[in-house]
């Protein structure tokens, strides 16, 4: 089992910038391939980023290349997102997944992951 906790997330302006971190318990960190997905009201669980266990292999969704950066710190059983240039509709409850070692070293796909988080919420203001 791993318990995935994620936090950072808050009310910001479009433009602005935020942190959110998923701090993961459990089992080893460093054997998950780890994700970030978003929930809009009303819409589908979406795709935003994923890490390879190393952090040398990431993937974005086409909307927020290069304004959103995945990282991870093994040693801290943590992966970040770096959010900036934030727009309205990055507006969602943003949820981290973690992923057992697997011959594919990351995913786009949420079925594909084991363990989640609650959840954290990112309001961005226009």
């Known amino acids: 089992q791993v318990q995935l906790v994620e936090s950072g997330g808050g009310l910001v302006q479009t433009g602005g910038s935020l942190r959110l971190s998923c701090a993961a318990s459990?089992?080893?960190?460093?054997?998950?391939?780890m994700g970030w997905f978003r929930q809009a009201p009303g819409k589908e669980r979406e795709f935003v980023a994923a890490i390879n266990w190393s952090g040398g292999i990431t993937d974005y969704a086409n909307s927020v290349k290069v304004r959103f950066t995945i990282s991870r710190d093994n040693a801290k059983n943590t992966v970040y997102l770096q959010m900036s240039s934030l727009k309205p509709q990055d507006t969602a409850l943003y949820y981290c997944?973690?992923?057992?070692?697997?011959?594919?070293?990351?995913?786009?796909?949420?079925?594909?992951?084991?363990?989640w988080g609650q959840g954290t919420q990112v309001t961005v203001s226009s």
């Open positions: 459990g089992r080893t960190f460093s054997s998950f391939a």
């Open positions: 997944a973690a992923r057992c070692e697997s011959t594919v070293p990351i995913s786009t796909r949420a079925n594909e992951y084991d363990f």
